[in-house]
């Protein structure tokens, strides 16, 4: 258990990384508020995990953004720490097949969404505070087939290293977080076919894909004060495959 309980607020947080996570910070005790797009996912963290509270919340919807995270300020009279996790997923398809209206999607959600829970999380904060940003590796090393999801991440490092700058001054740090591939419902339609599964496995020098409880512990430690001097920093996780 930790010695003093964070007031940690995740976006994103019914499924994959960002519910791992879920689960990793509410066993050490921290008070926790969990964001998620539909009402179905969300009852079904409040079910298994002792939560503060939790909203549903269209991360692109600013209006939506600030009513949440001013709901979670309330309860939990202030904030300590966020996992900004929310996104989707790209097409999958080369640049030029790739639907317009698909791409402005992966942008709003991925990049404004992103955006938005972390600087309204940051008005809330008074240092020490920890954001944690999840990007990909595929912000570092793209991805052929996903030209949107790409520039979605990429942009999401940039948001995270911009604020670090800004934000330092208040105690607050920001991180990006670049996990490679992971057991998760967004990656289930790639790891359940055998061919392609194995082409990903080929390009991990670690042979392996990453496990969610190793994230979640990653996860845990950035929003603590001991990586206060990681802000700025962009953190690969991935088994080796953006070396």
């Known amino acids: 258990m930790p010695d003093t309980p964070r007031r940690i607020l995740v976006s994103g947080g019914t499924s994959g990384i960002g519910r791992a996570c879920v689960e990793r910070l509410a066993s050490r005790g921290h008070r926790l508020w969990v964001l ?3 009402e179905p996912g969300l009852r ?24 949440a995270v001013a709901e ?21 398809v080369p640049a030029a ?35 944690v940003m999840n990007a990909s590796v595929n912000a570092l090393r793209p991805e052929t087939g996903f030209v949107d999801y790409n520039a979605s991440k990429a942009a999401v ?31 289930a339609p790639y790891l359940d076919d055998p061919s392609t599964r194995a082409g990903l496995l080929a390009r991990i020098p670690a042979g392996r894909f990453g496990r969610l409880d190793e994230v979640a512990a990653l996860v845990d430690f950035l929003l603590t004060s001991n990586a206060a001097y990681m802000t700025g920093g962009v953190i690969t996780m991935d088994g080796g495959a953006s070396v």
């Open 36 to 38: 998620g797009s539909r």
């Open 44 to 67: 079904a963290v409040r079910e298994a995990v002792p939560l503060a509270g939790s909203s549903r919340c269209d991360v692109a919807d600013a209006d939506a953004v600030e009513g």
């Open 72 to 92: 979670a300020v309330a309860e939990l009279d202030g904030l300590d720490g966020a996992f900004v996790n929310a996104g989707i997923d790209g097409l999958g």
């Open 97 to 131: 097949d790739v639907d317009v209206a698909h791409f402005r999607r992966v942008l709003d959600v991925n990049v404004i969404g992103a955006f938005l829970v972390a600087r309204e999380t940051a008005k809330a904060m008074k240092g020490p505070a920890s954001i």
């Open 157 to 187: 490092v940039s948001i995270a290293r911009t604020m670090a700058i800004e934000l330092a001054p208040q105690g607050i740090a920001v991180t990006a977080l670049c996990p490679g591939c992971f057991p998760t419902p967004m990656t």
